[in-house]
């Protein structure tokens, strides 16, 4: 029997509000047939079965009620607001009583090998993170996997910080995205050690120290440079969520695009609006 012809239709969507009488009779089965049956104007019984008609659950009573408007009821609504954050990112201010940037001394290396020769006493150390000609995400990420770990086994960096600069990360870029991702778990293990710094345009390695210092000086783990100017991570409220569409009918979770889960949005699904079946 399906569920939609056991409630009354003119009352718009309808959730599961309140179980009663649940029953677990057998466990194991491997397929069921499910009946549902009414129990008054906005409840249902459901009997479960397994193929050979033995009885798997029960419940006495599935009460129902109204979604309200949107098709969701404004308590839940308001929660799940409330509970949504989403990642921005926001001027980065830097602190009034903190270090001079200038200060900190600043070792740019390339590779592990480079490491070995630079600075000892450097306070920051630099990679700069360039995928070569023909060089795929899988060897990007073994090259800066590789001098992560070295950074971290040698005993006179025991002190300094690392500074990863990628281009194009936070706007699409795979390979520098993938690296964002080793770099957020190697943050996780060593807090305050490494900093993931991603810019909007190419910069030279003489550039790159004096990027470094200023990036530094936010005391950030993760740091972005658009249009010259530096951006931090924030969590902020979400907002309204998913908007179910106005029109009638049924809706579904789909995507305007890829690349993204903010392309995620609740689409009309004219298909599922005609109940579900028993």
Request: charged share 20%; proline share 7%; aromatic share 4%.
């Amino acid at each position: 029997v399906g569920a939609g012809g056991l409630l009354a239709s003119d009352a718009g969507v309808r959730l599961p509000f309140a179980w009663d009488g649940v029953e677990l009779h057998a466990a194991g089965a491997r397929s069921l047939r499910v009946r549902l049956a009414p129990a008054g104007a906005d409840a249902v019984t459901v009997a479960a079965v397994d193929a050979a008609g033995a009885p798997v659950a029960s419940v006495a009573s599935l009460a129902f009620r109204p979604a309200g408007e949107g098709g969701v009821p404004s308590a839940l609504r308001r929660a799940a607001d409330a509970s949504l954050f989403r990642l921005e990112w926001v001027p980065g201010t830097e602190p009034a009583d903190g270090q001079d940037p200038a200060a900190v001394t600043v070792a740019v290396c390339a590779d592990p090998a480079e490491l070995d020769a630079a600075d000892a006493a450097a306070e920051a150390v630099v990679l700069p993170c360039r995928a070569e000609p023909g060089e795929d995400v899988r060897a990007v990420l073994a090259r800066v996997l590789a001098f992560v770990q070295a950074w971290l086994a040698d005993g006179r960096r025991a002190a300094s910080r690392l500074a990863v600069v990628t281009s194009g990360a936070l706007d699409g870029d795979p390979v520098c995205g993938a690296v964002w991702g080793l770099l957020r778990s190697a943050q996780t293990e060593n807090p305050g050690r490494v900093l993931a710094l991603d810019v909007d345009a190419p910069v030279t390695d003489a550039d790159l120290p004096a990027l470094v210092r200023r990036a530094l000086a936010l005391g950030e783990p993760q740091v972005a440079v658009r249009g010259g100017k530096v951006f931090v991570a924030r969590l902020v409220r979400a907002g309204g969520g998913l908007a179910v569409p106005s029109v009638g009918g049924g809706w579904s979770l789909g995507s305007t695009g890829k690349g993204t889960l903010e392309n995620l949005a609740l689409l009309p699904a004219p298909d599922a609006a005609g109940g579900g079946a028993g």
